[in-house]
C-alpha cells in the first residue's frame, strides 16, 4: 500500500509499504476512503518535535473494514466506521467517565496517512456510520475524526452553555469547529479571534458573532470592551502556544473556564497566578470517541457542516504539497484522498 512517511523535518515522501494485517484478537484493518493532515503533525515537521525514525504519519480517518481479528464483535467486513488519535477499550473506569483518550489500555494512532490501517481495540475505538456518506458528510466525518471532536472538547472544557460568551483563540480547524461546538452547546457570543478574511468568514458561517483581528493586547484590549471589561465566561485555547494559552488565560473572566485543547509547547505559568486568577483549567487530548456517535448522528442528518473546514483536496500521492500547505497557512485542512 502507499502510505506517507517523515523522514526528516520538512521531508515527506509517499512510500509502498507493507499492508498492515491483523495482530491481536481485537484488531481491524480498514480500508481508508478519507484522512488528512493535523495541526499537530506540524511540530514534527516543522523539527518542534525531536524524532529520530522515520514517522509513519496521520491519526484521522475514515475506512471500511476488510478484516478483523477474533475477538471482535461489534463490527463486519464492510462496516464503514469512523475513529480516532486515541484507541481506547470504551469499557475501563476511566472511559466510562468519558475520558477515552486516557484510557487504561489506550494507544497512540499513527499511520492512517495511508491506504489501509490496522485498529487496536477495534471494538472500543470504532464507531459504525449508518448508510451512505455524500461527499460533504465524509468531510464531515472525516472532522470529526479529530478537529471537530477536539474543537466540542474544548467547549464542554470550558464549559460552554446557553447564555455563555465565549472567545476562540486559535483560526486553524480546531478553533473553527471550537466556534460550531460552542454554538450547538448554547452560547449566546461567540467572538472568534482571527486575522485571516477566509477564516474569519468561516467562523461567522459557524456561528461566530464577533471577529477579533487584532492580536496581543490590542486583542485583550478588544475583547475587554465586549465583555465590559470583565472577559469572557469561556475560552477555548486551539493553539499550543505560551503566547496564545497566556492570552486566554488573560481573556477568562474569574470563575470562568479555560478549555485548552492546542498541543502545549512551551507553556508555562506561575503557581501564584494561577492561585490568583480563579479560573477553572480544563483540557488535553480530547475524548473524541465520547462525543462521536453524537457528531456522526448530526452530520449523517445533515443539521451541521463541520466538513467545511476542509479547503484544499489531494490525492494522498499529494501529501507533500499538503503538508506545505498546512505549514504555509495557505489552507486550513487538507483533506488525504488515499
Ligand atoms: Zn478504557
Redesign the pocket.
Known amino acids: 500500500m502507499r502510505g506517507v512517511v517523515l523522514h526528516a523535518p520538512g521531508e515527506i515522501r509517499v512510500e509502498d509499504l507493507p499492508d498492515p494485517a491483523v495482530l491481536e484478537p481485537g484488531d481491524a484493518v480498514l480500508r481508508l476512503e478519507a484522512t488528512c493532515v493535523c495541526g499537530s503533525d506540524l511540530w514534527r515537521y516543522r523539527g518542534e518535535d525531536p524524532f529520530s525514525t522515520p514517522q509513519h504519519m496521520g491519526h484521522e480517518y475514515v475506512g471500511v473494514v476488510e478484516e478483523i481479528g477474533s475477538s471482535v464483535h461489534s463490527l463486519t467486513p464492510g462496516d464503514r466506521v469512523v475513529g480516532s488519535f486515541f484507541a481506547?477499550?470504551?469499557?475501563?473506569e476511566?472511559?466510562a467517565a468519558g475520558y477515552?483518550s486516557s484510557?487504561?489500555?489506550?494507544q497512540l494512532m499513527s499511520g492512517a496517512q495511508a491506504q489501509r490501517l490496522r485498529v487496536p481495540l477495534a471494538d472500543?475505538t470504532l464507531v459504525v456510520v449508518g448508510g451512505t456518506p455524500d461527499d460533504a458528510q465524509l468531510r464531515g466525518l472525516l472532522a470529526a475524526s479529530d478537529v471537530f471532536g477536539t474543537g466540542w472538547f474544548g467547549a464542554r472544557a470550558a464549559a460552554v452553555s446557553p447564555g455563555k460568551t465565549v472567545v476562540v483563540v486559535g483560526d486553524g480547524a480546531v478553533g473553527l469547529l471550537g466556534v460550531l461546538s460552542a454554538r450547538l452547546q448554547g452560547a449566546e457570543r461567540i467572538i472568534a479571534m482571527s486575522r485571516h478574511a477566509s477564516r474569519q468568514q468561516l467562523a461567522l458561517e459557524f456561528g461566530a458573532t464577533d471577529i477579533v483581528a487584532e492580536r496581543g493586547d490590542e486583542g485583550i484590549e478588544r475583547v475587554r470592551d465586549l465583555t465590559h471589561g470583565l472577559g469572557a465566561h469561556c475560552v477555548i485555547e486551539a493553539v499550543g502556544t505560551n503566547e496564545a494559552m497566556r492570552q486566554a488565560f488573560t481573556l477568562t473572566r474569574p470563575g470562568g473556564h479555560l478549555g485548552f485543547v492546542g498541543v502545549s509547547h512551551g507553556v508555562s505559568f506561575e503557581g501564584r497566578e494561577l492561585f490568583m486568577s480563579h479560573v477553572h483549567l480544563h483540557g488535553g487530548p480530547a475524548p473524541v470517541r465520547d462525543y462521536l456517535p453524537e457528531l456522526i448522528t448530526r452530520i449523517m442528518a445533515n443539521e451541521i457542516n463541520p466538513g467545511r473546514v476542509f479547503d484544499l483536496d489531494l490525492p494522498l500521492d499529494g501529501a507533500a504539497e499538503a503538508y506545505r500547505a498546512m505549514d504555509e497557512r495557505t489552507a486550513i485542512k487538507v483533506m488525504l484522498r488515499p
Open positions: 481506547s477499550d470504551n469499557s475501563c476511566i472511559c477515552q484510557c487504561v489500555h489506550r472500543g
